[in-house]
């Protein structure tokens, strides 16, 4: 199946055929290897993260820095949920520091989207 999909710029076809095969492990590492689309990320991410938190940590912050970047109020709210996630893997971690930091980083780095910020000192973590 490999050589046929030569062609392809990442393995996204074969992560998502191992997640409906229900093989996510083999699903992580293609995904791993080659790359493959965010949305397969965010799938993957949902299936590790119980087993496996410290996997999805990286994943949802990009994907928190992802909707930021977007620039409208739906994004920012979809970011603090995101957010959200981090922090309870981050816990679970025994990282509290280290979340302290990345919302200080989140908070410097996008200081000029106002509506961000607001949000982001509403939580009470």
């Known amino acids: 199946l490999r050589s046929h999909l030569g062609f392809l710029h990442d ?9 409906w095969e229900g093989v996510s492990d083999q699903a992580w590492q293609e995904a791993q290897a080659g790359g493959c689309a965010q949305r397969l990320w965010l799938e993957l991410a949902q299936h590790r993260q119980a087993d496996y938190p410290a996997d999805v ?8 820095e992802s909707l930021i970047q977007q620039t409208n109020n739906k994004a920012y709210a979809s970011a603090i949920e995101f957010l959200q996630n981090v922090h309870q893997l981050m816990v679970r971690l025994d ?8 919302c200080d980083h989140l908070h410097q780095t996008y200081r000029t989207k106002r509506n961000f910020i607001s949000l982001l000192k509403k939580q009470s973590w």
């Open 11 to 19: 393995r996204s076809i074969l992560v998502e055929i191992y997640l």
């Open 57 to 64: 940590l990286p994943i949802y912050q990009r994907e928190v």
């Open 95 to 102: 990282q509290v520091a280290e979340f302290t930091a990345y």
